[in-house]
């Protein structure tokens, strides 16, 4: 079955940049996400990635996939206290309907 | 804009008690799902609903049944709660059809059984 896996937890300091790592295990993924979690809401997409492509940005976003080894990463620049959140990486087969998720990594940023 | 609403927001039952968990959407999505959340563990999948009248099972679907009766509610029942569905429910919802099929997620229900 699908696995997706993420480390749980990251620290960085306000400014600098945030590397959150994601790799998953179905090589049929159409489509790889990102969402985030603030303390006790429901989660929102940051953005989406479809799997014929190797890089999308968007503002301080910016995803990277590399689908030979099946690793997925989010850079946020200039990491504010704001982007403190879990992050969620998820992925969807071909034709598939559900999503599957990751761990979720923990961002926490020092001001 | 409501999109997807979980109630309650809290709950606490007794082992073996039973609850409904109610959720509703007003985006006209004919995809629904019910997803639990547990440190360390992520979010999995418990059961989901490509359109009225029809539903299937997730990765952890026992002990909780689902219905959809309608494009709008999918409701998910505990019949006989246990300490192990101590968690935080989300409810979520997309269009159907293919193309990216952006979630969209409640606010989520956190529930101790006791």
């Known amino acids: ?111 | 804009n409501a999109g997807v609403t979980q109630t309650p927001k809290f709950q606490v039952l007794k082992t073996g008690q039973s609850m409904t968990l109610q959720c509703a959407q007003d985006m006209n999505h004919e995809y629904m799902s019910w997803y639990r959340q547990d440190p360390g563990m992520g979010l999995r999948l418990i059961h989901y609903s490509v359109g009225a009248g029809i539903t299937d099972q997730g990765e952890v679907p026992n002990g909780y049944n689902v219905s959809r009766s309608t494009t709008e509610d999918f409701p998910l029942r505990l019949l006989s709660a246990a300490p192990s569905q101590t968690s935080v429910y989300f409810c979520a919802s997309s269009p159907g059809g293919t193309g990216e099929k952006k979630l969209f997620f409640g606010s989520g229900t956190q529930l101790s059984v006791l």
Not at chain 1, 41 to 50: C, D, E, S, V
Not at chain 1, 73 to 87: F, V
Request: aromatic content about 10%; charged content about 20%.
């Open chain 1, 1 to 111: 079955g699908e696995d997706v896996e993420q480390s749980l937890f990251l620290s960085v300091r306000e400014g600098d940049s945030s590397v959150i790592n994601c790799t998953y295990t179905d090589s049929s993924s159409t489509y790889l996400y990102w969402y985030k979690q603030e303390p006790g809401a429901g989660l929102q997409l940051l953005t989406y990635i479809f799997s014929n492509m190797d890089m999308k940005q968007d503002q301080r976003l910016t995803v990277l996939l590399n689908k030979k080894d099946k690793h997925l990463s989010l850079r946020i620049a200039d990491t504010q206290t704001g982007d403190s959140a879990i992050y969620f990486c998820a992925e969807r087969a071909a034709g598939a309907n559900n999503l599957f998720f990751g761990t979720g990594t923990r961002l926490t940023v020092i001001p």
